[in-house]
Structure formats: structure tokens, C-alpha cells
């Protein structure tokens, strides 16, 4: 199977070293110094245990630069880069090739759809998690199952895929389970590992963390069920604390964007549950101080202190 991955940051660089073991892989990333570390040196993998691994494998800043025809597309681009990933991508694609997304957030599946037709869509989501530390350099900081929505012969040759590279991967038929059951963690990490500046397991093992990722993964909960979705866990609160546990060294997507002074996902992680919230009538006022907090922090970024 020949793999594209547009977007080549943390998760993207961590997805493209697995899989280049098991498919032809190439890389596609604006980040010029990582894109030719990763082509004079390797893309270098710091694992969970402390190993280091080098991977070989193609990556481009330009995607004129490869020859077309891939299989699969998979999206690792910020959600607000959805639909502008999606058209690089069209190109090249073979012509049954598909694009999955396995970005954080709500609404990628329906941007992809705007410029790719429905039935090419694949839609996942993922329990690893990952920090670039510089140009060819990552750094795995938790894993778990990656999930994949849908059913049938292409569903099934990406997912041999994904298992053949060592990626636990299973399939569902419920997206919108899966895509809730993530949001609902990321509403309970990102933002206050953003504001508090801690890696996940800090947040897990802080008492006075409690509050306010309760409140948020409550009211989260809560705008779930009152749209009829299933979560894919009993008690969501749990959840968000097992997965701190499980990738208690990683920084937060979140925290790496504010870090480095970048726009966060906030709008569709926290935004996401304001707005749909307001749509069948759950209040959500944790989520919105979360929300509002963080683009304040945004906006702000060239003018800290210290």
C-alpha cells in the first residue's frame, strides 16, 4: 500500500514511522527543516521506554514532487487546515484511494467531504500520543487503540495495514461514538494542559485539577447524550484520567501550540461543545472558560511576560 501523510508534525511524523515498516510512506509538510532532516538523516523516534529508532522514508514540503496514485491519504493537519489538506490530497490519490482523518476535534469528516466524495472518507481516531522536539526528531509520549469507523474490503486493507506496523487497530461501526468518546478526552487534557502549562499526567494526579476537568468532560457528556450519541465508556470522567495515566509524559497537542506562540484546535475541541451545546439547549460554561480562556492566550501570545 502506498501512504501519504499530509501533515507531518508530532502525530503525523509518529503515524509516518510505524507505517513506513509495513507500506511506502511519504511525508508532506511546509516545515522545511524537518522535511530535510527527515531526507538527509532520517526521522529519529524517541520511544515510551527512552530507545531511540531511526526511520527511513519520503518527505516533501512541495507534493508536485511525487508521483500520484497513492491509496490512502491519511490527515494529520490542524482541523482548521481540514479542507485545504483534503484538495492536496485529492490529487494524489489513486483513483479508489482514500482519505482518512485522524485529527482531533469534530468536524474534519464533513470538511474532507466538501472537496472528496462521502463514500472515500474514512473517519478514526487515536489514543497515541506524540511531541516533535526538533527538525527529524519525535518523541512518542503514550499509545493505546487507534479506532477506524466503517466496515468493507478498502476499511479492512487499511486496518492490516495498520496492525502489520504494530498499531493496535480496531474497527467500528458507530464514528460518531468514536469521535465523541476522543473529544470528550481532549476536552478533559488540552485546554487545561494549555493553561496550565503540565504535561497530561500532572492533570490526572492533581486534586485541584479535579474541578474544572470534571465540569468539562461533564458538560461534554451531557450535549453527547442529548444528541444521541453512545459513548464508547461507561464513565467518561474516568476515561480522561486512565488516559493521563497512560500518557503521562506527553505534552498536549494544545500546550505545543501555545509553547510555541501557534493557533490551538480549541474552536473544534471545547468551541465544539459550546456550539452544539447551545443547539440543543445544554449549558456549557466550563467549556466556554476554557474556550475563551485559551484564545485570549492566543491572541496575547507576543505580548507575555516573562
Not at 482531533?104 to 467531504?113: K, L, S, T, Y
Not at 478533559?188 to 470534571?214: D, F, H, Q, S, Y
Request: aromatic content about 4%; some cysteine.
Amino acid at each position: 500500500m502506498r501512504i501519504v501523510i499530509i501533515g507531518a508534525g508530532a502525530m503525523g511524523s509518529l503515524f509516518g514511522a510505524f507505517l513506513s515498516s509495513a507500506a511506502e510512506v511519504c511525508l508532506v509538510d511546509p516545515y522545511e527543516d524537518h522535511v530535510q532532516a527527515i531526507a538527509e538523516k532520517g526521522l529519529t523516534l524517541e520511544g515510551i521506554d527512552g530507545t531511540a529508532r531511526t526511520y527511513r522514508l519520503s518527505a516533501v514540503t512541495d507534493p508536485g514532487e511525487i508521483q500520484p496514485g497513492f491509496d490512502l491519504a491519511i490527515l494529520f493537519t490542524k482541523s482548521y487546515l481540514t479542507e485545504s489538506a483534503a484538495r492536496i490530497a485529492l490529487p494524489l490519490l489513486g483513483n479508489k484511494g482514500r482519505v482518512l482523518t485522524l485529527q482531533n476535534g469534530v468536524g474534519n469528516r464533513e470538511a474532507i467531504a466538501s472537496v472528496v466524495r462521502e463514500d472515500r472518507v474514512i473517519a478514526g481516531v487515536t489514543s497515541h500520543g506524540g511531541t516533535l522536539l526538533g527538525p527529524g526528531r519525535i518523541r512518542h509520549g503514550g499509545q493505546g487503540p487507534t479506532h477506524i469507523g466503517g466496515s468493507g474490503e478498502a476499511i479492512e486493507a487499511v486496518a492490516g495495514v495498520f496492525r502489520a506496523a504494530g498499531i493496535e487497530t480496531r474497527l467500528s461501526e458507530d464514528v460518531d461514538s468514536l469521535l465523541w468518546g476522543k473529544l470528550i478526552i481532549n476536552v478533559g487534557i488540552n485546554a487545561l494542559a494549555a493553561l496550565l502549562r503540565v504535561p497530561n499526567g500532572v492533570l490526572g494526579k492533581t486534586p485541584e485539577c479535579e474541578p474544572m476537568m470534571a465540569g468539562a468532560v461533564a458538560e461534554a457528556a451531557a450535549v453527547a447524550e442529548a444528541l444521541g450519541i453512545h459513548l464508547p465508556y461507561e464513565n467518561p470522567l474516568n476515561q480522561v484520567k486512565a488516559v493521563c495515566e497512560k500518557t503521562a509524559a506527553n505534552r498536549a497537542s494544545m500546550l505545543q501550540d501555545i509553547l510555541r506562540g501557534a493557533r490551538t484546535e480549541v474552536d473544534v475541541i471545547n468551541g465544539a461543545v459550546v456550539r452544539e451545546g447551545r443547539a440543543v439547549g445544554i449549558p456549557t460554561p466550563v467549556n466556554r472558560f476554557l474556550w475563551e480562556t485559551v484564545k485570549a492566550l492566543e491572541a496575547t501570545s507576543k505580548d507575555r511576560c516573562g
